[in-house]
């Protein structure tokens, strides 16, 4: 299903789980989320996204990596290992050194972008995570 919005520049309407921690940075992401073309599914902790997942399936994943109740790196290798979903991962997070973003991938999150990402940019990350998990390929 594709909205208005996403109807005109050919992107596809993505249902999208949402788990952030409390910091303010996510605020204005989540108010960007929820303002934009997709479906949006927020979970204020990883346990509250770990049950869903078990009988939900979504088009991506966005994870921060300090939620409340656990660390988003552990949900990720949960997701991965565990439950052994193939639904893409964004790690959202503060990029104090090379070592976090590289330990977010290992665990078997797709992409990390930091917390102050601006809207459209999310977005594009978004849309080309959900691109390479279909196998398009982008006309020139």
Not at 92 to 114: C, K, P, Q, T, Y
Request: a neutral charge; proline letters at 3%.
């Amino acid at each position: 299903m594709m909205t208005s919005n996403s109807a005109s520049t050919g992107v596809r309407q993505l249902n999208i789980a949402l788990a952030l921690g409390d910091r303010s940075a996510d605020n204005s992401l989540l108010t960007a989320l929820q303002a934009g073309p997709h479906v949006l599914r927020v979970f204020s902790n990883g346990v509250a996204l770990r049950h869903s997942l078990s009988s939900k399936s979504f088009d991506i994943i966005v994870l921060d990596w300090g939620l409340p109740d656990m660390p988003g790196i552990v949900l990720s290798d949960w997701i991965r290992r565990s439950a052994q979903i193939q639904t893409p991962v964004l790690f959202v997070g503060e990029v104090g050194d090379g070592n976090i973003v590289a330990a977010a991938l290992r665990s078997g999150a797709d992409d990390f972008v930091s917390s102050d990402i601006r809207g459209s940019e999310f977005f594009a990350r978004l849309e080309a995570l959900d691109r390479r998990a279909r196998g398009c390929v982008v006309a020139h």
